[in-house]
T-cell receptor, first 116, second 115 residues
């Protein structure tokens, strides 16, 4: 079975500061991992994905995430926050084989606030 | 290339009525997924469909909920005899055939309010 834990339901940073959103996963098979962003009253937009290639994954809008198998983590970072980054961020895990193939398991989300 | 389309964007139903939510996947995508987002929670998987087939419906409530993805036309999520607890945002996602990509692309969602 797969599951995701996002530590911290709310994160606040100043504009220009480092953004760090934490995600730990549990998976009985090698996982695929994703970060999505959701702006108010909109759908989810894919930021980046890990599918067993490079462990450091670069995404859109300057975000990146590193897959650490030993820590079962996939934390999202951005060196310098921008006001437009304020949104809710979801980490998700999927199995690439087995009975749950195709299903995404989401964390509860982290609301990012960026202060001017 | 149009993204995943969902309609209506907002739907208000009285208790006991039926709700029909539609989803048109991206062009070339043959897999459709439905998720439900309750307030203060992440998205929960409901059902995974391919054309004319339900692949995995283990996340669907046992009663009142059904989904289909016909050969022609959009995927439909149907909720019969809605109750207040069905109020949520329902998101549809689509993906290409497995093996080409594992990304799911999400629609804007349908926000269902049951009064």
């Amino acid at each position: 079975a797969q599951s995701v834990t996002q530590l911290g339901s709310h994160v606040s940073v100043s504009e220009g500061a480092l953004v760090l959103l934490r995600c730990n996963y549990s998976s009985s098979v090698p996982p695929y991992l994703f970060w999505y962003v959701q702006y108010p009253n909109q759908g989810l937009q894919l930021l980046l994905k890990y599918t067993s290639a490079a462990t450091l994954v670069k995404g859109i809008n300057g975000f990146e995430a590193e897959f650490k198998k030993s820590e079962t983590s996939f934390h999202l970072t951005k060196p310098s926050a921008h006001m437009s980054d304020a949104a809710e961020y979801f980490c998700a895990v999927s199995a690439f084989r087995g009975s749950t193939l195709g299903r995404l398991y989401f964390g509860r989300g982290t609301q990012l606030t960026v202060w001017p | 290339n149009a993204g995943v389309m969902q309609n209506p964007r907002h739907l208000v139903r009285r208790r006991g009525q039926e709700a029909r939510l539609r989803c048109s996947p991206m062009k070339g995508h043959s897999h459709v997924y439905w998720y439900r987002q309750l307030p203060e929670e992440g998205l929960k998987f409901m059902v995974y469909l391919q054309k004319e087939n339900i692949i995995d419906e283990s996340g669907m409530p046992k009663e009142r909920f059904s989904a289909e993805f016909p050969k022609e036309g959009p995927s439909i999520l149907r909720i019969q005899q809605v109750v207040r607890g069905d109020s949520a945002a329902y998101f549809c996602a689509s993906s290409p055939p497995q093996g080409e990509s594992y990304e799911q692309y999400f629609g804007p969602g349908t926000r269902l309010t049951v009064t």
